[in-house]
């Protein structure tokens, strides 16, 4: 049975997604005035998204659905639905705060599964040209904000280069990025920017140097950030990239994971002890026990209390803080117990899809997209623990970015057509396209 041809790829569409990316990782914070909006920022990619959505829309392919639904099927619109309906009621439960940021915050994390659709969307129409112009955009960010964070290091002049700053509430110390004022967010950039090395090595041979620059990249200026839960992140990466099993059917290799734990241990005992400021053994102690105790221990009893739908997205109810440093809490917070969990298993399970194609991919190209999601979804998971790293905005758009990637190569590396059946609008039944995104089908 004939299938369709694929394009060799849009150019409009590889510098749009060239666009989203590079505004991601150097966009500063456009901050709203008017003393209900303070809390309200806009990023490059927020205006960005607009013109795409409408491109994507204009330009709809007829080849089947959608790359993010493909990847997540019914976990994406059971996810959507469920946001609505929880943000719908419990605004009627309490009505003392106002529908103006009840919407604001619900879409803050509607906007994250938007990105997933058009990040896929423009990888998907871009073609041949998706891989190249995707790591270009990456290793340019990745230039870019290193060589701003080493010049603050120098010098000792802090700050970002533009955009605004941030109150005295939110953790900032350390050197920033281009347009990132956060600690966390400049420590989640390099993190990301590590995923991107990683997956450079261990999908593709003749990328190797450069992923190891990435990686150095990566962890230099987490350290310099002084974000320590980024440094974890990464060095939990190049744990698992040097311990994953090449054998199918084994997840892990026995032999290389031992040692790296043996080696880990006996490195952290010599030199965590030695080390001072942020990441000395009684700092990090301090930084899980104090949210323990005065915010998770808290949080955790209201949560208890508003088992069915929370309190709503961003928590805005009393004198709650609405920083939960913790995604699986703040998620049951937000959205009661059900459809917090369901918002936590559409990465878990996109993490779980990434890891099978990372093995199982037929061409560098799904592999690359698959390790990529995998390594990225594995930091943010981590730093997920002691951070609201999927309300943060650059941490939380920029593993977006990787999982609408892999959505899209993921989408065009499955084999059988009876495993997805085609659908097309109108009902009408056509092919869905195969074979990896460089231009055949």
């Known amino acids: 049975m004939r299938r369709p041809q694929v394009t060799a790829g849009s150019k409009l569409a590889a510098l749009a997604l060239m666009a989203m990316i590079l505004a991601t990782a150097v966009s500063p914070r456009i901050r709203l005035g008017g003393s ?8 490059l990619q927020d205006l960005i998204l607009i013109p795409v959505m409408a491109y994507l829309l204009f330009t709809r392919r007829r080849d089947g659905r959608s790359p993010a639904r493909y990847l997540l099927r019914p976990l994406l619109p059971a996810l959507l639905l469920g946001i609505v309906a929880v943000t719908l009621t419990v605004t009627l439960l309490h009505p003392e705060v106002s529908v ?11 906007e994250l599964f938007v990105l997933v659709m058009a990040v896929a969307g423009l990888y998907w129409r871009a073609g041949d040209r998706a891989l190249k112009c995707t790591l270009r955009a990456f290793h340019l960010a990745a230039i870019a904000n290193t060589l701003w ?31 990132e004022p956060s600690a966390f967010g400049t420590g989640q950039f390099f993190a990301i920017t590590a995923a991107v090395g990683l997956a450079e090595i261990r999908a593709d041979k003749t990328r ?18 002084e974000s320590r839960i980024s440094m974890g992140a990464i060095l939990a990466g190049v744990v698992l990239l040097l311990t994953f099993s090449r054998i199918k059917g ?26 001072g400021g942020r990441i000395s053994v009684e700092d990090l102690e301090y930084g899980v026990t104090g949210r323990a105790d005065t915010i998770w221990s808290v949080l955790l009893q209201e949560s208890a209390d508003h088992p069915f739908v929370g309190l709503g997205a961003g928590g ?50 799904a592999r690359l997209g698959a390790t990529l999601a995998f390594f990225a979804l594995t930091s943010v998971l981590i730093s997920g623990f002691v951070q609201d790293a999927l309300t943060a905005v650059t941490s939380s758009h920029l593993t977006i970015l990787t999982v609408g990637i892999f959505a899209a190569t993921y989408a065009s590396s499955c084999q059988n ?6 659908t097309a609008r109108g009902g009408r039944r056509v092919l869905t396209v195969q074979g990896s995104l460089n231009g055949r089908a």
């Open 250 to 275: 084994q997840v892990l290799n026995p032999f290389r994971l031992t040692m790296m734990v043996l080696l880990g241990t006996a490195a952290a005992l010599v030199v965590v002890p030695r080390l």
């Open 36 to 43: 209900e909006a303070q809390l309200v920022d806009l990023r």
């Open 417 to 422: 057509p009876e495993k997805h059946p085609p």
């Open 208 to 225: 190797r140097l450069t992923g190891w620059l990435m990686v150095a990249a990566g962890f230099t200026g987490a350290t310099l950030a």
């Open 316 to 365: 805005l109810v009393g004198d709650l803080r609405s920083e939960a440093h913790n995604i699986y809490l703040r998620a049951v917070l937000d959205f009661g117990w059900f459809i917090g969990a369901l918002f936590i298993a559409v990465f878990v399970v996109a993490l779980v899809r990434a890891y099978r194609e990372s093995k199982n991919a037929t061409t560098a190209e």
């Open 100 to 110: 103006l940021r009840r919407v604001g915050f619900a879409g803050r994390t509607l």
């Open 149 to 179: 964070v080493l010049y603050q290091a120098a010098t000792g002049n802090i700050g970002t280069l533009f955009g605004s700053t941030i109150g005295d509430a939110v953790e900032s110390y350390g050197p920033k990025l281009l347009g």
